[in-house]
């Protein structure tokens, strides 16, 4: 990364005079021209000068700059030709700018490694030059990507003999990463099986307790030990001394499960460092809530930033800092491409220049801001502009801070995780439903709305599917409705479990919800429902003793057979009510 930072700063002094010679002939002209508004360019080419210079150590030349650009910003602001007094002024400024060429950058002195990173760069060959960040053209092509670091160092105390490395490929087989196992020990019988065999259907795999070795323990993918509480009275020294460590650091979690609900087996649960006891009858809702909590890694996903700015070196610089910690970075040169490229990534935050060619920062954010559905996404201005009553009004204009160049990257990175995480907090409440978690029908039609833009844009399908479950009032007037409740919780749970991480889910009213399943047409959007289908008429729901099993009947319809999400959505219900008068617990498509 040190190399990367050293190729940038190398690059930007070799365009230094280029980037000089741009700002003179554009003063030259300016000051020919009897036209005040020719004095922009002057103010934006010394804007970006000022900016870049102060990241790659330039100190001198980024603060004749940034003087310079004020005097261009006063000129346009008072509209009427410069005084003599004034050209004089910035004739000076100019001149020092130039002075800059030969004093090279400041950034780094004294450090040998950075020294041998600008020879090894100034040898590259020319294919490695163009692979790099430096290029703006490339930046913007690259897929959005993050460092993907998985860290599996064990605690101190546990000590050098237990092994975190995660799961190998021959303990797990072909299982994804994050696939939580379950370790059972519990006493079979018909009720027992039934709970385990509904867990695989929500992604848990099963095996016996036999089969876990110290290759399996890891911290960051905690696997887990269903045990009979009443073994721990007998010989749970002998049962868990191989994973003893293991527990104890959180590689393994442990979970007992009991006939009987009394303080001394829940002490020996304790005692035996469990994290969870239940009682049974199991409640299966509760009992995957209390799993997924500690086997399951939340927040997987990186924060997503959009980079609008139109300076090559600068924009790959910031994206390099943030991208180094661990985050997506989506760049736009252009303003005018700023929707379609919130459309597409749907970013946590956005960093934007103050000026930003025929377009300035201030001018984006109004346009940004217009859009309501972009009202939440939160913006930061990355300039030089120092001038606080500037930074105020442009604050004032929608935007949420104002970062002033040069960053100091880890501060940087801490501001900028900050704001994304809550942006993504204030999202999941907004747009959830309370009981299920999901989506709620607002935020489900405005996201389908957002992908079928995206899908006519790359000509890809988008199917809806909407759900209902059959006979859901007998339920809730027979069994009432924290029963209903608790079906729903488990259907929606089902759904997130089942569906493709690209898929988007959410409750669309009562009884009733919708999924959004991208690159995906009909058929295939009919077969995927089918097998949840399937899959949920299969479990088994109790209420104290007695149990009862449930159905849904489904409605699919697909994009670009049907145009606009209300179309959609509407086709998806017609075909719903279809499915109904087929005699339900079934699947149809529009």
């Known amino acids: 990364m040190k190399q990367r930072f050293a190729e940038l700063g190398h690059r930007f002094a070799q365009q230094l005079p280029e980037r000089i010679g741009e700002l003179r002939e554009s003063y030259a002209a300016a000051c020919g021209s009897a036209e005040v508004a020719a004095f922009q360019t002057v103010r934006d080419l010394a804007h970006r000068l000022a900016g870049t210079g102060a990241t790659f150590g330039y100190g001198e030349l980024s603060h004749n700059a940034r003087l310079l650009e004020t005097e261009a910003e006063e000129v346009l602001q008072a509209g009427v030709e410069p005084s003599g007094d004034r050209l004089s002024g910035m004739d000076a400024l100019l001149a020092r700018i130039s002075e800059a060429i030969g004093q090279g950058s400041t950034a780094g002195q004294g450090d040998a490694q950075a020294d041998a990173a600008r020879a090894d760069v100034a040898q590259a060959d020319e294919q490695e030059d163009s692979d790099s960040f430096g290029s703006l053209e490339a930046l913007s092509d690259l897929e959005p990507t993050a460092a993907a670091g998985r860290p599996t160092q064990a605690p101190d105390s546990v000590g050098d003999e237990l092994e975190l490395d995660g799961a190998k490929d021959d303990d797990n087989g072909d299982l994804p990463l994050d696939t939580p196992v379950l370790y059972s020990n519990l006493d079979r019988d018909p009720a027992t099986d039934q709970i385990l065999k509904q867990l695989g259907f929500f992604g848990f795999e099963i095996r016996p307790l036999s089969e876990l070795n110290s290759r399996a323990y890891s911290v960051d993918y905690p696997s887990a030990i269903l045990l009979e509480a009443e073994h721990l009275e007998r010989n749970h020294e002998q049962l868990l001394a191989a994973h003893r460590d293991a527990i104890a650091c959180g590689a393994i979690k442990l979970v007992c499960f009991s006939n009987v609900d009394t303080v001394d087996a829940r002490l020996a649960a304790v005692r035996a460092g469990a994290e969870a006891f239940v009682v049974r009858p199991v409640e299966l809702v509760s009992l995957i809530d209390r799993l997924e909590s500690f086997t399951t890694r939340r927040d997987l996903e990186p924060f997503h930033i959009l980079l609008v700015d139109d300076d090559p070196e600068q924009v790959s610089h910031v994206a390099l800092i943030l991208q180094q910690a661990g985050m997506v970075t989506s760049v736009v040169t252009n303003p005018r491409h700023v929707f379609s490229a919130m459309i597409d990534s749907r970013p946590e935050l956005i960093l934007l220049d103050m000026y930003l060619g025929d377009c300035t920062g201030v001018e984006l954010t109004r346009v940004v801001r217009q859009q309501e559905v972009f009202v939440g996404v939160p913006i930061v201005y990355l300039s030089v502009e120092s001038d606080l009553e500037k930074q105020a009004a442009a604050i004032a204009a929608g935007a949420d801070d104002f970062i002033t160049k040069p960053v100091d990257p880890e501060r940087f990175v801490r501001l900028v995780e900050a704001r994304c995480r809550r942006t ?119 209420v104290g003793h007695e149990t009862f099993q449930l159905t849904f009947s489904c409605g699919v319809a697909a994009f670009p057979d049907y145009d606009g999400a209300v179309v959609l959505t509407d086709a998806a219900d017609r075909a719903l009510y279809a499915a109904k008068d087929r005699g339900r617990n079934t699947v149809v498509t529009a």
């Open 424 to 542: 993504r907090a204030m999202r999941y409440y907004m747009e959830r439903d309370s009981l299920t978690g999901l989506r709620d029908h607002t935020s489900l039609l405005d996201r389908l709305t957002t992908e079928l833009q995206r899908a006519a844009r790359l000509q890809t399908s988008v199917s809806f599917a909407m759900i209902d479950l059959d006979y859901f009032k007998r339920t809730n007037d027979r069994y009432g409705h924290p029963v209903g409740d608790r079906v729903l919780k488990t259907l929606a749970r089902l759904l997130q479990e089942r569906l493709r991480k690209t898929d988007v889910v959410g409750r669309w009213g009562g009884e009733e919800f919708g999924v959004i399943l991208l690159d995906a047409d009909v058929l295939e959007g009919a077969r995927l429902m089918d097998s949840i289908r399937e899959q949920f008429s299969e479990l088994v729901h109790q």
